[in-house]
C-alpha cells in the first residue's frame, strides 16, 4: 500500500475510529487500526467485537492495499506531524508502515498480514429510516445518562428503541428513572420494530451525525448507522426490555412551571450539604406556587431554599436524589420546564417546554415514618 493523505483529515478520522478500542481486551490485533486504500479513498476500521466503527477519507493512493497498525501508537503519531501532508507507504508482508513527512519518517510495526474480525452481517428483514443532522445528539444528551451503569441488569445499559409508522420511539432507564423522547419518521410505513441497542452506539453516531444526515438500518440482529463518510454497526443487546409505559402516571396531582436555572441552582447549592449525608438525599415541598428545597448532614450543617412556582395542586413534601433531578434539568433545551407531581411516593415528570416529544420521569426516595 502507498498513499498521499492530508495530516488533519487523516488525524480526525484515526480520532473518530480510535474510540473504538478497549483499554484491554483478549485478541491483540483489537488494539489496532485497520486501513485499507483502493481508488481514492481510504477506509479506517476499529472494532471491539460487539461495534465496529469505519471512516472513509479521500486521498491519493498509488498502489491499493491493507494493513492494520496500532491504534494508540499511529493516532497520536498522525495528531503530531507538523506538516499539512503525508506519505504511507506498507510492507504487507513483513507488517511494517513508514510514514514519512517532511524530511522526516517513523516505522511502525503492524499486525503482518493480519485482517480484523469482521461483525456479523445484517440479517432478516430491514427497515431503514432517515434522521436529520444533529438530531442523533439531542437524543443522546436526552436519553443516555439515564442508562443503568453497572452489570445487575445489562439489557437496562441500552436504549429501547421503537420503530412504528411515522414514528421512532425511544426510552431509557436504570429503575429508579425513564427518560422518554420520539422523533417524526413519516417516510416509514412499515410493520414496526422493537430492539435495544447499546449506549455506546447511541453516543458514537451522535457525533457522526453532528453535521451530517443519517440512515439508521435495524435488521433482526444488528444496528447499522450510515453517513456520507463513516459507518457504525452494532450487535442489539439480547433480552426483554421493561415495559416502561406502565411507570408513566397518566394523573398529576400537581403541575406548573418553574424557571431551570432556579431551580437547578437552588438542588445544586442544597446537594453540597446532601452529598455529605449518608441518604444523598434533598427535600422537596411544594405549597401553591413554590418549592422548597432542603438538605441537611448532622455533623456538617443545613440549607433551605425557596423557588418560585407558578402551580396549582396539593401540598406535597417529598425525598429525591439530587443528581437524578439536576441530571434530567441539565437534558433540557427551554428556560422553563414544566414539573408534574403524581403523588406522595409517586413519579415526578419533568417536561421541556421546547421539546413537547421528551419527558423524564424521576422516582422519590422512600421516607422513613
Same mark, same amino acid.
Given at each position: ?139 443522546? @444528551?436526552?436519553? %443516555? ?7 445487575? /441488569?445489562?439489557?437496562?445499559?441500552? *436504549?429501547? +428503541? &421503537? ?21 417524526a419518521v413519516p417516510e416509514y410505513r412499515g410493520e414496526g420494530r422493537d430492539c435495544v441497542v447499546p449506549a455506546k452506539i447511541l453516543a458514537e453516531a451522535a457525533r457522526l451525525n453532528a453535521a451530517d444526515v443519517a ?48 431551580? @437547578?441552582?437552588? %438542588? ?7 452529598? /455529605?449525608?449518608?441518604?444523598?438525599? *434533598?427535600? +422537596? &415541598? ?84
Amino acid at each position: 500500500m502507498h498513499l498521499y493523505a492530508t495530516q488533519d483529515q487523516l488525524a480526525k478520522a484515526l480520532t473518530s475510529v480510535s474510540r473504538m478500542i478497549m483499554p484491554q481486551n483478549n485478541m491483540p490485533i483489537l488494539s489496532g487500526i485497520q486501513l485499507d486504500a483502493q481508488g481514492q479513498s481510504l477506509t479506517l476500521t476499529a472494532t471491539d467485537l460487539f461495534t465496529t466503527l469505519k471512516s472513509t477519507i479521500q486521498v491519493e493512493v498509488k498502489n491499493p492495499g491493507h494493513i492494520v497498525l496500532p491504534a494508540s501508537l499511529l493516532t497520536e503519531l498522525v495528531q503530531r506531524i507538523p506538516t499539512a501532508t503525508l506519505e504511507l507507504e506498507t510492507d504487507e508482508a513483513s507488517g511494517k508502515a513508514v510514514i514519512k513527512y517532511g524530511k522526516n519518517r517513523a516505522t511502525l510495526h503492524g499486525f503482518g498480514a493480519e485482517r480484523l474480525p469482521e461483525i456479523q452481517p445484517l440479517e432478516g428483514g430491514r427497515d431503514t429510516i432517515t434522521i436529520g443532522a444533529g438530531v442523533v445528539g439531542r437524543l443522546a @444528551r436526552e436519553l %443516555l445518562f439515564a442508562c443503568a451503569k453497572d452489570e445487575t /441488569r445489562p439489557i437496562l445499559k441500552g *436504549v429501547s +428503541v &421503537r420503530l412504528a409508522v411515522g414514528r421512532l420511539v425511544l426510552a431509557s432507564t436504570d429503575g429508579s428513572r425513564l427518560s422518554h423522547t420520539w422523533i417524526a419518521v413519516p417516510e416509514y410505513r412499515g410493520e414496526g420494530r422493537d430492539c435495544v441497542v447499546p449506549a455506546k452506539i447511541l453516543a458514537e453516531a451522535a457525533r457522526l451525525n453532528a453535521a451530517d444526515v443519517a440512515e439508521m438500518t435495524i435488521a433482526s440482529n444488528n444496528v447499522e448507522i450510515h453517513t456520507p463518510s463513516s459507518v457504525i454497526v452494532s450487535r442489539l443487546l439480547d433480552g426483554q426490555y421493561p415495559d416502561y409505559e406502565r411507570v408513566i402516571p397518566q394523573d398529576y396531582v400537581v403541575q406548573g412551571r418553574i424557571r431551570v436555572t432556579d431551580f @437547578r441552582g437552588a %438542588l445544586e447549592r442544597a446537594n453540597l450539604i446532601a452529598s /455529605r449525608d449518608r441518604t444523598s438525599s *434533598v427535600r +422537596v &415541598r411544594h405549597q401553591a406556587g413554590l418549592l422548597e428545597i432542603s438538605a441537611s448532614a448532622s455533623e456538617f450543617g443545613q440549607t433551605l431554599e425557596t423557588v418560585e412556582f407558578d402551580s396549582h395542586g396539593q401540598d406535597l413534601d417529598l425525598l429525591f436524589n439530587p443528581n437524578y433531578l439536576l441530571d434530567a434539568l441539565k437534558s433540557l433545551e427551554g428556560e422553563e420546564a414544566v414539573l408534574e407531581f403524581s403523588g406522595v411516593q409517586s413519579p415526578l415528570r419533568l417536561r421541556d417546554t421546547e421539546n413537547a416529544q421528551y419527558s423524564h420521569i424521576v422516582l422519590p426516595l422512600r421516607q422513613l415514618v
